[in-house]
């Protein structure tokens, strides 16, 4: 399956949030979400975007979906670990499934936390700025 090649900016600030998922109304619902809290986010329909995005410059929080078609969640933590772009970004999984698999083995120092879909919009706005504020420390040293 090929993945569309364009992604969506919400606004002309640079983006702190990158949702990377399959699924358009997820990508619409978060976005749309994040957005109305001030959040800027830009949406990737998978690991190649994903990918492109970070080679671009992204920094910031990544809300990984786990099962997207093609390369999955974990697969592409591998290959952004691979391609040396870890540093500066945060990476938490969003999933259906209500336990982590089997295949976060190994890679519980790069993922900090892990979300079930469907969530309660006021705890995933506590988590992402959660996220956010700890990305803030990191960048500023602290």
Not at 91 to 96: E, F, V
Not at 120 to 141: C, N, Q, T, W
Request: hydrophobic share 45%.
């Amino acid at each position: 399956m090929g993945e569309t090649e364009s992604y969506q900016v919400q606004s002309a600030m640079k983006p702190r949030v990158m949702l990377v998922d399959d699924e358009e109304c997820i990508r619409e619902t978060i976005s749309e979400l994040l957005a109305s809290e001030g959040i800027d986010i830009v949406t990737a329909v998978g690991a190649s975007e994903c990918l492109r995005l970070l080679r671009g410059g992204f920094r910031g929080v990544i809300l990984m979906d786990v099962m997207m078609p093609g390369m999955d969640g974990w697969a592409t933590i591998r290959e952004i670990e691979k391609a040396g772009l870890l540093h500066g970004n945060i990476i938490s999984m969003l999933t259906a499934i209500g336990v982590p698999d089997d295949k976060m083995e190994g890679l519980q120092e790069v993922v900090i936390d892990y979300i079930t879909k469907p969530f309660e919009p006021s705890g995933f706005l506590a988590a992402v700025r959660k996220y956010l504020a700890l990305l803030d420390m990191i960048e500023s040293g602290s």
